[in-house]
């Protein structure tokens, strides 16, 4: 019971900082800049929830943990962005 909320939170943290640093990625900035140029894919809190939200559900994993992922996405970018 225990190690499954371990294994859960551990997945949610690690999504949410693969995105945020998806976002720091050079090709897939220019690639946001200049072809996906609409919301999802230029926002880091918007991709993240809907790309989760689905991964999650196709898992079986509860899909609301895609807000804290999204949550841990973007305050970990901002973080990112500003140092």
């Known amino acids: 019971m225990v190690i499954d909320i371990y294994n859960d939170w551990i997945l949610v943290s690690s999504v949410g900082l693969m995105f945020s640093f998806l976002f720091i990625f050079q090709p897939y900035g220019w690639l946001i800049e200049n072809i996906l140029t609409f919301k999802p894919f ?10 989760t939200l689905l991964l999650y559900s196709a898992m079986g994993v509860n899909p609301l943990f895609a ?17």
């Open 42 to 51: 230029n926002c880091v809190l918007c991709l993240t929830f809907w790309s």
């Open 67 to 83: 807000i804290y992922s999204a949550f841990i996405a973007e305050l970990s970018y901002r973080k990112l962005v500003s140092e």
